[in-house]
């Protein structure tokens, strides 16, 4: 099996890399089969990033903190582990945000796309599904769509709800909105599109962010999955992402 192997900069990632590395050869990920991620969750999802393009399945492994999208850590029987995997595949948010001037920049994020004040006035947001005007002034201090692998990241913070894998929704969740007061977000079919305006830019300045790719000064920004791009992880069996969602749920 060709692996390619990739680790975060921290001294236990790098001590794993090398051992790994003379255990079971490092390859080009141009030409491998396989990548083998050691890090945290941050890492993974610079990884994820890095990778979606060469669509290589990813078997991480944890030698971050939480490690909720790694395997747990051991030289031993590698080849055997990754055979045996689950595999989740995962469809990215798209972003498109627009500026003043009418320029735009796109971005995928795996956990969420969040839209958030810059400045100590509340944003004023409207937010729009399919074309049709839902919150016609939301002031808040920001707004995040999750996808179910990121409703346990931000979105749970932030009091959003979780979705399993799979479940082909997504969360619109709002970040301390003071008006309207009632309003918690909703659930929302992973088909719909979403878009923000920001409606007074110039004296509430909002900035936009997917994953760790961070836009200032936005308009406006929609949102969507892209079916068209996927990840592939893997996962030892019973501690799949699925089962770790689950848990999340139970948590006390």
């Known amino acids: ?20 590395s003379d255990r079971y050869g490092n390859h080009d990920p141009a030409n491998a089969e396989i990548l083998v991620a050691l890090g945290g969750d941050g890492f993974m999802l610079q ?8 669509r290589l399945p990813i078997y991480g492994m944890n030698r ?8 747990e850590h051991s030289e031993e029987t590698l080849i055997e582990r990754i055979e045996a995997a689950q595999v989740v595949v995962l469809n990215p948010l798209s972003m498109r945000s627009i500026d003043g001037a009418g320029d735009t920049q796109e971005a995928h994020a795996f956990n969420e796309v969040s839209l958030l004040r810059q400045t100590r006035q509340a944003a004023h947001l409207r937010v729009s599904i399919d074309g049709r005007t839902r919150i016609d002034c939301l002031t808040c201090d920001g707004c995040l769509v999750a996808t179910p692998a990121g409703s346990t990241a ?16 997504v969360a619109l969740t709002p970040i301390s909105a003071f008006r309207p007061r009632r309003w918690r977000g909703a659930v929302l079919q992973e088909n719909v599109r979403i878009r923000f305006e920001v409606l ?5 300045p909002v900035s936009a962010v997917a994953d760790d790719f961070e836009v200032r000064d936005v308009a406006a920004v929609e949102v969507s ?9 893997l996962f030892d069996p019973g501690h799949n992402l699925e089962e770790r969602i689950l848990n999340e749920q139970f948590v006390p």
């Open 64 to 71: 971050g903190t939480i490690g909720f999208l790694l395997n």
């Open 225 to 233: 999955v892209d079916h068209d791009a996927e990840m592939r992880l």
């Open 1 to 20: 099996m060709k692996i390619a192997f990739v680790a975060s900069p921290s001294p236990p990632a790098l001590e794993a890399l090398s051992k790994l």
């Open 47 to 54: 990884a994820m990033h890095a990778n979606m393009h060469r």
């Open 154 to 169: 931000y979105n749970l913070s932030a009091h959003g709800p979780i979705l399993p894998i799979g479940s082909g929704v």
């Open 200 to 204: 007074d830019p110039g004296k509430r």
